[in-house]
């Protein structure tokens, strides 16, 4: 059953994703695009562009969208959303009284020597999953995707202006 | 406003208000709740910052669940939690019922023609400045770069790659340690 699906699939997002939005990504790829097929590689990819534009976390804003889309029902996004905080919950409210001995415990310390640096290698696998034939459709998409790399990385241009330049560009480039 | 409306307002407005997700809204969170409200010390507040990095989950949900149940224990996590996401899932409801109908239309078409290969660029940037801000060098760009490879090359599930990752750092420090 879809509503079910939802529930594991975005359980599973909230439990395992670590290291923050960008490194959630490749995870919700996995699972949305490749696993369950709900949406397209060109979709996912403008439902992170619209992330980036609109208030709250892409985790959230994912399950939101993807959970309409995949039952043409506000519920769908209830379920999804609910789903994907629910881990949240589960462990915060089970550590919160003993918070100061569960991190000071080295054993998480070991753990994380090598979720730390692995979480760059999580964002670099949703960079490289999206550089598709479907996303990069002409060299018109390279000159954009270098384009917007500088302009992000060292002219410091926001995240929002980027899209928006991106968008005009594409109404004057195709 | 009881306690239950002020942080549901105060979570609300949060929610409303940051773009861009965890990062980009914890000025405001302390702002709000440190500062204003005073609900949180300064010390408790990062404190509660480190330990929802460290959990997994959407790190704006974490701090809702930490602070609501600062405040008022289970009842306070879900009222700041459900202020904080109540924004963002009622936007993203409209576009999706929305923007869908206007996916076929041709000034559409072409902005996100060239929107696609620009949000991959705003995904690729962070894959510098986080490997800054862990502290990769060239003998530790072994691991990001193997997990990258992993899961865009053979197609692994990132689940895997997390918790290959958790036993073999609790297995390296216990080694290491008892070899101490």
């Known amino acids: 059953m879809i509503y079910w699906q939802l529930f594991v699939t975005y359980f599973k997002i909230g439990l395992f994703g670590f290291g923050g939005g960008y490194a959630m990504l490749s995870l919700i790829q996995h699972e949305v695009v490749e696993s369950r097929q709900w949406v397209s590689n060109t979709e996912f990819t403008d439902i992170v562009a619209i992330s980036q534009m609109t208030p709250g976390p892409i985790g959230i804003n994912s399950a939101t969208y993807i959970g309409y889309v995949a039952t043409h029902n506000v519920w769908g996004s209830v379920v999804a959303t609910v789903a994907v905080c629910l881990p949240s919950f589960i462990l915060v409210l089970s550590i919160a009284r003993v918070y100061r001995k569960f991190y000071s415990n080295p054993q998480l310390g070991y753990a994380f020597q090598v979720l730390r640096p692995v979480t760059v290698g999580l964002i670099a696998a949703a960079a490289l999953l999206l550089m598709n034939k479907e996303n990069f459709t002409d060299y018109k998409s390279l000159i954009i995707f270098g384009s917007s790399f500088a302009l992000t990385k060292y002219a410091k241009i926001h995240p929002i202006l980027m899209i928006v330049l991106a968008g005009i560009s594409g109404l004057l480039l195709y | ?180």
């Not at chain 2, 940037?125 to 865009?152: C, D, E, N, Y």
């Open chain 2, 1 to 180: 406003m009881n306690l239950y409306g002020q942080i549901f307002y105060t979570f609300f407005k949060i929610g409303a208000f940051t773009i861009g997700g965890g990062y980009a809204m914890l000025p405001l969170i302390q702002k709000e709740i440190v500062e204003k409200k005073q609900w949180i010390s300064a010390n408790d507040f990062v404190d509660m910052i480190v330990l929802s990095q460290t959990l997994p989950g959407v790190l704006a949900v974490n701090i809702a669940i930490f602070s609501g149940y600062r405040m008022k224990k289970t009842m306070g996590s879900i009222v700041a939690t459900l202020g904080a996401i109540l924004p963002s899932f009622i936007i993203i409801l409209l576009i999706a019922s929305f923007f869908r109908r206007f996916q076929d239309n041709p000034y559409v078409i072409k902005a996100f023609r060239a929107i696609r290969p620009a949000v991959v660029a705003l995904i690729a940037v962070p894959v510098f400045s986080t490997a800054k801000t862990v502290g990769i060098r060239m003998k530790t760009a072994i691991i990001p770069a193997a997990a990258a490879f992993l899961i865009w090359y053979w197609g692994v599930s990132p689940v895997y790659i997390v918790l290959s990752a958790a036993l073999g750092g609790l297995a390296y420090g216990n080694i290491k340690r008892l070899k101490q």
